[in-house]
């Protein structure tokens, strides 16, 4: 028996037992598990979500834009800090270079998902494009409020907007009203695939065909794009086609503008109706000389205000209204120096030098 023990060499090695092999595969889990734990509860493991700062009692919300350059992003931003200062929460204000690149508003949403932000206040280039992102971040506990206009999926918590039907039906009222009910009309679009402009050109040409049944639509299928350059471009071909056209309406700033501008140069500035959407410096001159006839307005600064409140009351678990409807309102050269009025057409932004 010695012999054995010796010529097999057992003195020589310790005896170690061996594992059967699922013996071995649960031992492994294990290892890998308990490594997993120490590194996701390690003090500087920052989860993604957010949910950090948030257990701090420091909130940072990131407000996206469509854009950055007109004047009323500058008062949607203008109302997120006012919120913002008021509740001691952090806005990260970022928005795409230009207001029709899609993958990039994709890709800040994302960015910012990521960097740890505790809800999302966007509004978003594309109802469908944004779907995704939207839905990631919920999955990783960031919760998005909509505003301006509205996204597809029901995968946000609230929206606060303009009721852009309304706003349509409005300029087509006064539209048809200065003209009498007679005469020949040109809508021009914005861009496809934009909730709250396509529903502002819908309530437009609905109420014309339905109360101004006089009124003949020359054109309602041609896109402005969403810069000054191109809505000019659009607005001379058009008025290169229809020289006998008597009123045009534009559904946001930039087309109002272009328009504006390619109507002054053909000398029909004033003597064609304008309506148009949104405000701005130029547009508000062009309003007292009676160049522009209307301009349907929102309210970007309650907006803003209202987006940002939202998010940090759902975030605290506190009470708030799931739709919000921030207004929708008609400046005319008559009425624009009544308070209300003057407010909406020059929204305060001091607080973005403070």
């Not at 957010?50 to 940072?60: E, F, I, R, V």
């Not at 800040?108 to 939207?134: F, H, S």
């Not at 328009?259 to 148009?276: E, S």
Request: one cysteine or more; hydrophobic letters at 40%.
């Amino acid at each position: 028996m010695l012999s054995e023990t010796l010529s097999s060499g057992s003195l020589m090695k310790p005896h170690r037992p061996t594992l059967s092999e699922p013996q071995w595969f649960i031992g492994a889990v294990l290892i890998v598990l308990s490594a997993a734990a120490i590194v996701f509860f390690s003090p500087g493991c920052k989860r993604t979500g957010g949910s950090a700062s948030q257990k701090k009692g420091h909130l940072t919300l990131a407000v996206i834009p469509m854009g950055t350059t007109h004047e009323f992003w500058k008062a949607i931003h203008a109302g997120a800090l006012t919120a913002a200062r008021e509740l001691g929460v952090e806005i990260i204000w970022k928005g795409p270079l230009k207001e029709d690149d899609r993958n990039e508003q994709i890709q800040i949403v994302e960015t910012l998902t990521n960097a740890g932000v505790d809800a999302l206040v966007l509004t978003p280039m594309d109802d469908r494009a944004l779907v995704r992102p939207v839905v990631e971040a919920k999955k990783l506990g960031v919760p998005t409020v909509i505003f301006n206009s509205a996204l597809q999926g029901g995968h946000h918590v609230a929206f606060i907007a303009t009721d852009n039907y309304q706003g349509g039906v409005l300029a087509a009222d006064h539209i048809g009203s200065l003209m009498k009910g007679r005469g020949s009309l040109i809508l021009i679009r914005l861009k496809e695939g934009v909730e709250g402009t396509t529903k502002r050109e819908e309530g437009f040409l609905k109420t014309i065909r339905s109360k101004f049944p006089g009124i003949q639509i020359l054109s309602d299928n041609q896109y402005a794009g969403v810069g000054t350059e191109t809505a000019y471009q659009t607005s001379e071909n058009l008025l290169a086609r229809f020289n006998d056209v008597e009123a045009i309406f534009t559904p946001n700033e930039s087309s109002t503008f272009g328009c504006l501008r390619a109507l002054q140069d053909h000398g029909l500035a004033g003597k064609v109706i304008h309506v148009g959407f949104d405000s701005s410096k130029k547009l508000i001159e062009a309003l007292a000389k009676k160049e522009i006839h209307g301009l349907v307005l929102q309210d970007p600064f309650r907006m803003g205000y209202q987006s940002v409140r939202t998010a940090v009351a759902y975030l605290k678990g506190e009470p708030y209204e799931k739709v919000i409807d921030t207004g929708v309102f008609l400046a005319t050269p008559e009425n624009m120096n009544d308070p209300n009025i003057r407010r909406l057409l020059s929204p305060d932004l001091s607080i973005m030098d403070k």
